[in-house]
């Protein structure tokens, strides 16, 4: 059973847009969610991580909106470039416990 | 500072074999997990391991096990391989229990022949 559901599986995006992915969760234990960027070959790279405390967290072109009636929680890359193209996860953990429950993977491609 | 560091990075065993994986965190981190990543199933969570003590396992079958050292440094081992054992290992650390930022290494190939 899939903790923590991904859409879309695949984005295309012209370069300077908008890139949205998001996520949805059953478990209300979840009490960390970060994104996770992997380009091919590499392991996946800390991006961006939110708390349930809060609905918005923003790290340069990197926003995270969360839902917490709705169980889901999105990333949203702004004026996306073509270096942004890589597979991104969001993934949920509950605190303490370390053991990290991951979406399907959106694989994310900018097109000049 | 170093990041996480996994050796090998990539390895072709035979079915029936077993396999060892290692793992380097981050200096000061002490909190080591491991993951499976396969084009099928995903990201999946092995096991976790802090103070040379196993907190946290993973629907892994028994042939998956691991183990911590005194400096943190952790490896994983495979016994009796499978072809379905093919896969991106990756190691992740963390400060500590309570810090729930992981950060991964590399990953090692396994390929199962």
């Known amino acids: 059973q899939q903790q923590v559901k991904q859409s879309p599986q695949s984005l295309i995006v012209q370069k300077g847009g908008i890139s949205i992915i998001n996520c949805a969760y059953e478990n209300t234990a979840f009490d960390y969610f970060p994104w996770y960027q992997q380009f091919p070959g590499k392991g996946p790279a800390l991006l961006i991580a939110?708390?349930?405390?809060?609905s918005e967290k923003k790290e340069g072109r990197f926003t995270i909106s969360f839902n917490k009636s709705a169980k889901q929680f999105s990333l949203h890359i702004m004026d996306s470039q073509p270096g942004d193209s890589a597979t991104y996860f969001c993934?949920?953990?509950?605190?303490?416990?370390?053991?990290?429950?991951f979406g399907t993977g959106t694989r994310l491609t900018v097109i000049p | 500072k170093a990041g996480v560091t996994q050796t090998p990075r990539y390895l072709i065993k035979t079915r029936g074999q077993q396999v060892t994986l290692s793992c380097s965190p981050i200096s000061g981190h002490r909190s080591v997990s491991w993951y499976q990543q396969t084009p099928g199933q995903g990201l999946q969570f092995l096991f976790e391991y802090f103070s040379e003590t196993q907190r946290n396992k993973g629907n892994f079958p028994g042939r998956f096990s691991g183990r911590q050292f005194s400096n943190s440094r952790s490896e994983m081992n495979v016994s009796t391989l499978e072809l379905g054992d093919s896969a991106l290992y990756l190691c992740?650390?963390?400060?500590?229990?309570?810090?729930?930022?992981?950060?991964f290494g590399p990953g090692t190939r396994l390929t199962v022949l």
């Open positions: 993934a949920a953990l509950v605190e303490g416990a370390n053991n990290l429950f």
């Open positions: 992740a650390s963390s400060r500590n229990v309570r810090d729930n930022e992981q950060f």
């Open positions: 939110i708390r349930p405390d809060v």
